[in-house]
């Protein structure tokens, strides 16, 4: 999917040229809510015309990921770049997608628009003299689609196993899909859980990755249910599984050119140390937003490869970040290990840049890499090397990221108090709820 180099007309023009010339018949104007959930609004081919040039009415409360009170009157405004033509589907009909940011009837962007939040956030980047691109390692589950709703595998393979034929021609259909659709994919994997999987996405600019995300989740799950199974993106699925998480792989470039990350010695640059320390110094305030659900700290406290801890390494896979080797003609790359692929990604980068940012704005120093695995101290040891734990809990997040000015300017006041009360819903709930473990454990103490 070639991003279109041609003025405003010319490519409104080539977008109307592909969907005619490809006989599609529907087109979903694609967007997320505040939580991350993909959204879509339908309309005919025959509409696309008038909405390329004047965006489509809609409730905008749709936005809010569940907090429904009040209708508003907003605008979706399809981003013609963005154009995604699927596969022909059984039925013969084609449909395609557009990713839309959300406007005001004056076309001003809607404060709680999580895409319009990122188009800021890169606007702030490149004025200050840098490009931010985003590669992703994303795990997943592929299960049995069990009415008792309970996770339920369906091979025992490990890493890069082979798997069940199930499981392998599923990957494989995924990949075809996508790369049928125009979406940049790289390998894809068996990863160390029963039926989980890793899918790789090579490193394009944050908004077009965000965009992505948001349609390859979707294909994974429609591919899967076509299949009989069913997918999921849980990052704790399974007490006794490996957790799955989703990697982002950050490169900084300079504006007019050059590696932002790596200095003329082909090392880490002082830029690279200070983008390191930022992320290390809002690391708590930002995980409510890269790990927002209640199931994402059950991934972060297990262990095994998820970031328990606030700190950085080469080596370490248990690191919060982790600067991976590079080979020449490479970029440098520095790796943020903590988000699952709950997150909203339009959010999750937007924090995750501008924390870089603050901590280079201000010439924030990390501290000494830790390459060593965690397992061998406790709790009191780590604290007495200052070491910084990470949230514990759904409710410990939210008041780190209640309290952090930088995520909170980055985000605005609108999706910051959406995203506190919709989220401190959740976890009241799950604080509530009286699970199975609990009963047996209890019901006859």
Not at 138 to 145: I, K, T
Request: a negative charge; one cysteine or more; hydrophobic letters at 35%.
């Amino acid at each position: 999917m070639e991003r279109l180099n041609h003025s405003s007309s010319e490519v409104l023009d080539e977008v109307l040229h592909r969907v005619n010339e490809s006989r599609v018949r529907l087109v979903d104007l694609q967007f997320s809510d505040i939580a991350g959930g993909a959204k879509a609004l339908t309309i005919p081919a025959e509409l696309l015309p008038g909405v390329l040039a004047s965006g489509y009415r809609f409730d905008g409360s749709a936005l809010t990921g569940g907090l429904r009170k009040v209708e508003l009157d907003l605008y979706l405004k399809p981003d013609p770049q963005t154009l995604v033509i699927f596969p022909v589907a059984e039925n013969g009909e084609r449909r395609a997608r557009l990713c839309c940011t959300v406007r005001r009837r004056d076309g001003v962007s809607f404060a709680g628009d999580p895409r319009s939040v990122l188009e800021r956030g890169l606007a702030i980047a490149r004025n200050e003299g840098f490009e931010y691109k985003i590669g992703i390692e994303m795990e997943f589950y592929l299960l049995q689609n069990d009415p008792t709703n309970t996770a339920q595998p369906l091979d025992a393979a490990g890493y890069f196993g082979v798997g069940e034929d199930v499981i392998s021609s599923t990957r494989d259909d995924v990949l075809t899909t996508l790369q049928t659709m125009g979406i940049g994919v790289g390998g894809a994997h068996h990863e160390t859980g029963p039926g989980q999987e890793e899918l790789d996405l090579p490193e394009t600019d944050a908004l077009r990755m965000a965009d992505q995300l948001i349609t390859v989740r979707q294909v994974i799950r429609s591919v899967a249910q076509r299949r009989g199974l069913r997918a999921t993106f849980m990052p704790k699925p399974m007490v006794d599984a490996p957790g799955s998480g989703m990697h982002i792989f950050q490169q900084l470039h300079h504006v007019n050119g050059g590696d932002a990350l790596r200095n003329d010695r082909d090392e880490l640059s002082q830029t690279a140390y200070w983008m390191i320390g930022g992320q290390l110094n809002h690391a708590t305030g930002m995980c409510a937003v890269v790990c927002p659900s209640v199931n994402s700290y059950k991934r972060l406290n297990a262990g095994h490869r998820a970031p328990r801890h606030a700190t950085w390494a080469r080596v370490s896979q248990a690191s919060l970040i982790r600067v991976p080797s590079w080979a020449d003609g490479e970029s440098a790359e520095v790796e943020l290990r903590c988000p699952d692929a709950m997150a909203n990604p339009y959010l999750a980068f937007a924090v995750a840049l501008a924390c870089a940012l603050d901590g280079i704005r201000n010439r924030t120093d990390p501290p000494d890499p830790f390459d060593e695995s965690f397992m061998s101290y406790d709790d009191t040891e780590l604290e007495r090397r200052g070491v910084t734990r990470m949230p514990g809990t759904l409710g410990e997040a939210l008041t780190a990221f209640a309290e952090d000015s930088t995520v909170h300017e980055t985000l605005g006041d609108y999706i910051v108090d959406q995203l506190l009360t919709v989220k401190r819903d959740e976890w009241e709930a799950y604080r509530s709820h009286v699970s199975p473990w609990e009963y047996r454990r209890y019901v006859d103490a």
